[in-house]
């Protein structure tokens, strides 16, 4: 099993809709999780971290299910500028004990 | 406040050539990562440090090398290249407080032929 598992996708939603993509991870030790947003030929960029109590920024949510080992992102009123792959991160201590997920690409349709 | 500035953008090698990734961060980061992504493939950790005068193996070293003289500079070191390290190169940083994760490089994007 994969340390971080996540749906590449594509996941192909219209404008306006809602989405929401799912990562699983296997380290119970995990500590901090993160969401990153990538867009194609670019560098990952910080979208929000995941807090044990879920969190909100605007139309994105977060939420941490330690129990069943998994994060999720929400995106409301989906817009085109939404379209990029969306990384999840989980690190597990160290520096060095970060994994990242190959990434849920998302296109929102006119 | 250029973040973390990654050179060059595009590179061609020939098999065996030796050459430099350079990467240099303005934010008094202590920790800085060379990552590689490959299709299909999560970004896999190839060297980090976590300050001035130390560095680690991650995932994938072999092939790489690194030193960390400065806080601002994390060089990347292709000892004789291969085909197989075909592939995008990112530089990260992470300050102390690990909750805003990290700041990547715009990414060197390197072909081996």
């Known amino acids: 099993r994969k340390e971080v598992e996540q749906d590449p996708g594509p996941f192909n939603v219209p404008e306006g809709a809602t989405v929401a993509f799912n990562c699983t991870y296997s380290n119970s030790a995990s500590q901090s999780f993160f969401w990153y947003r990538q867009d194609c030929r670019k560098e990952p960029k910080l979208l929000m971290s995941v807090y044990s109590s879920g969190n909100e920024d605007g139309r994105f949510t977060a939420q941490l299910n330690r129990a069943s080992q998994y994060i999720s992102l929400l995106i409301r009123d989906s817009k085109l500028s939404d379209s990029a792959t969306y990384l999840c991160v989980v690190k597990a201590g160290g520096y060095q004990k970060v994994t990242f997920g190959i990434g849920t690409k998302l296109q929102v349709i006119p | 406040n250029a973040g973390v500035t990654q050179t060059p953008k595009f590179q061609v090698l020939k098999t065996g050539q030796s050459m430099t990734l350079q990467c240099a961060q303005d934010m008094n980061h202590e920790y800085m990562s060379w990552y590689r992504q490959d299709p299909g493939m999560g970004l896999r950790l190839i060297h980090y440090?976590?300050?001035?005068?130390?560095?680690d193996q991650g995932e994938v070293p072999n092939g790489y090398n690194v030193s960390r003289s400065t806080t601002e500079d994390f060089p990347l070191r292709l000892l004789s290249a291969a085909p197989s390290q075909t592939s995008v190169y990112f530089c990260?940083?992470?300050?102390?407080?690990?909750?805003?994760?990290?700041?990547f490089g715009s990414g060197t994007r390197l072909t081996v032929v």
């Open positions: 990260a940083s992470s300050g102390r407080d690990r909750a805003y994760g990290y700041t």
């Open positions: 440090s976590v300050g001035a005068g130390i560095t």
